[in-house]
RNA sequence: GGGGCUGUAGCUCAGCUGGUUAGAGUGCCGGUCUGUCACACCGGAGGUCGCGGGUUCGAGCCCCGUCAGCCCCGCCA
């Protein structure tokens, strides 16, 4: 049907008699020359109906042809006339003189532009989605998806050549109370049972290494029934893998090798090894878990320097045991009232109970930060003229992070230039357990098979909140890639950490009896990471959110537009799945 | 579960302090046009102002509710 593709013709393609295939991008009609954009994935050329090459009935149809029809085209190549070449266009030399054009996809007026005019904002998400098949045409989304499909493959060479064997687990598994609420599929054949979609694959890669397969990975669909974000969709793709004989150092080392490879492949070449932060750290310092290293901006501790001379508010806050955590900005003071009150409001929405400033003028501090606290506080805060003190009160716990928020904010305010580009770093040391807010309880950070710390396994016992876990997560540039651990091989271990957990034996069994039945019989030791691969996809691609790298995302309420899924189903497919619906 | 922003022509938007017949660009339809590339020019059609209720002599605009999209908090082993 085709000889080449539209955009891939080139002067040195003149003379050749071709015939192509494609979508009427834009059509402009001169009476006696009609020009037509035509539209590949590989991008557009210039089809030229004139009188001296296209038949009278050729001509008459080229005046028809409207916007987003597919149409098949025979001409031949020709080079422009002089000064009429197009330098915007790889296929701007030449253009295809028809001799021949059929409509074989016939288009009605498309719902949302495909071809915008120059500056025309896109249209809105919610119609983008809904007629997803005309957004996917736009080159950007192609590019995209095209940007992801060489990610796929190079991920798979990467860790192939690396001793990786790429292993498909079930999509459909056993339910799991904790961490993110399953997808549940009901079961016809057993009457009030049920599947879940899995939240990762990591019990069977752990099972795939007491198997012996020593190295798995699979580009594994991941399913959580939780509410999105920008960067988060309720079914996702992670780089899963695993090894067995392996330090976290070979982690770090083998995912090092992965995301150095994406990034070459996108085009940025970065450098391993990366930095590593333990987890107190990054939280002491920049106030997530997650920092932007691009950035420095290091948060203090300003709690020693709060006394006689502060305020009332952040003495009492002192002493029932807060802290005050304080940020110096060299030229913060450049920032607007309006400014200050935004960056309130940040610390505010991550339940902060405000924000103290300060600034540093010819004249000495001013603003409410001076009084509260303190002239000791303020001093250790060290600003200069023209800088901006900010300081937040409360536990760790909300103080850090609301802070860290803050940073963020006056970094994006400002402008303030980044220091590199790229800016990867391990997070490493978390802790093994963590409280819940609400209940108060012992809960893991990461699952329940991350393996302690090996200098505070004995902590597990006597002070577990203490313990360390052999937990690091991989962060490029303030966005968390992956998390992944060493696990627990020792039945003991794992039954100490059960109990940590409140969970009881017979319980831990029935949950994840066939695990550990697993490590009981000859579990190598074993750990791995899982890298969320659409987010890698988002960044490299440089979009906002990750509809912009997935063909068909979910809306941030769990609706697909496209289809109008989720919707209900017949009453007798309900009876033969043994279901009612309570109303 | 909570908070914020948005919703007016197919699309992107404007619409003053509540006041007569709701506008623009683009797309669409018709016409002129042989070197355009956001073609140009002339003409035309096109509106449940998201939906429901309320206030008012009068509502696109004010109030209440609701739906949808987006962003954030919680949540996301």
Redesign the pocket.
């Known amino acids: 049907m085709r000889t080449h593709r539209c955009g891939a013709l080139r002067a040195s393609d003149v003379g050749r008699e071709v015939s192509l295939g494609g979508w009427v991008h ?8 009609v ?1 037509v ?1 035509l539209r590949d994935r590989e991008g557009l050329v ?1 089809v ?1 109906f ?3 090459w296209s038949p009278a009935e050729v001509m008459e149809r080229a ?2 042809l ?2 987003e029809a597919v149409i098949l085209v025979k001409g031949v190549v ?1 080079p ?2 002089a ?4 330098p ?2 790889p296929t ?1 030399e030449v ?1 295809v ?1 028809a001799t021949e054009v059929r409509v074989v996809g016939p288009a009605a ?5 495909v ?15 809904r007629y997803r098949y005309l957004d996917l045409r736009r080159p950007e989304m192609y590019r995209n998806l095209e940007l992801r499909h060489r990610l796929l493959q190079r991920t798979r060479r990467e860790l192939s050549e690396r001793g990786f064997l790429e292993i498909e687990t079930p999509m459909l598994t056993k339910p ?1 109370p ?4 399953d997808f549940v599929v009901p079961s016809r054949v057993y009457p009030g049972q049920f599947y879940a979609l ?6 069977y890669k752990q099972l795939l290494m007491v198997s012996g397969f020593d190295r798995y990975f699979q580009l594994a669909r ?1 399913f ?1 029934d ?7 969709q309720l079914e996702f793709t992670q780089i899963d893998l695993e090894a067995s004989f392996v330090t976290p150092e070979d982690i770090y080392a083998v995912t090092e090798g992965v995301l150095v490879a994406l990034w070459a492949e996108a085009g940025a070449p970065v450098e391993a090894p990366f930095p590593r932060l333990a987890y107190r750290d990054a939280m002491a310092r920049y106030g997530s878990d997650k920092p932007d290293l691009r950035f420095g901006l290091e948060l203090m501790d300003l709690t020693p320097r709060i006394g006689e001379g502060s305020g009332e508010f952040l003495r009492a806050a002192v002493g029932r045991g807060e802290r005050v955590r304080a940020l110096a900005v060299p030229g913060g003071a450049a920032l607007s009232r309006k400014d200050l009150d935004a960056l309130t409001a940040a610390a505010k ?3 902060a109970s405000g924000l103290v400033w300060a600034k540093r003028g010819p004249d000495g501090p001013t603003g409410p930060g001076v009084k509260a606290l303190g002239a000791a506080a303020l001093e250790a805060l060290g600003l200069g003229d023209g800088d901006l003190g900010l300081a937040v009160a409360g536990p760790d716990a909300i103080a850090l ?1 609301a802070l860290g ?1 803050v940073r963020l904010e006056v970094i994006r305010l400002l402008e303030l230039p980044p220091s590199c580009r790229h800016a990867f770093v391990w997070i490493e040391q978390f802790p093994l357990f963590e409280r ?3 209940t108060g309880n012992l ?6 098979f ?1 393996a302690p710390h090996p200098d505070d396994a004995a902590l597990v016992a006597t002070d577990p909140e203490r313990a360390r876990a052999q937990h690091y997560d991989a962060v490029y540039n303030g966005v968390e890639l992956g ?1 992944g651990s060493i696990r627990i091989t020792d039945p003991a271990m794992q039954a100490q950490v059960f109990e940590r957990l409140g969970m009881a034996p017979a319980d831990v069994e029935h949950r994840f009896g066939w695990l550990l039945e697993g490590l009981r019989s000859g579990a190598p030791p074993h750990g791995g990471i ?1 890298l969320g691969f659409d987010r890698i996809a988002l960044l490299l691609a440089g979009g ?4 912009e790298v997935i063909a068909f ?7 697909a ?1 496209f289809e109008g899924a989720p919707t209900g189903i017949p009453a007798a497919d309900l009876a033969a799945l043994h279901l009612t619906v309570a109303s």
Do not use: W, Y
Not at 226 to 232: I, N, T, V
Not at 553 to 559: C, D, I, S, V
């Open positions: 834009r059509r402009r009609d001169l009476g006696g020359l020009f954009d210039q030229a004139g009188p001296g005046g028809t409207i916007g020709e422009r006339p000064g009429q070449a197009n915007e266009l701007g253009e003189h007026t498309p719902a949302i532009p071809a915008r005019v120059r500056g025309e904002p896109l249209a809105a998400e919610e119609l983008r989605l799991t904790e961490g993110a609420r899995p939240q990762s694959p990591q019990i991941c959580r939780e509410d999105q974000r920008a960067d988060r929405t991550m339940r992070p928020r819940e807010a609400e809960t893991f950070m990461h699952h329940p991350t998390s899982a906002e959110s990750l509809r995302p979910k809306t941030a309420a769990a609706r537009l």
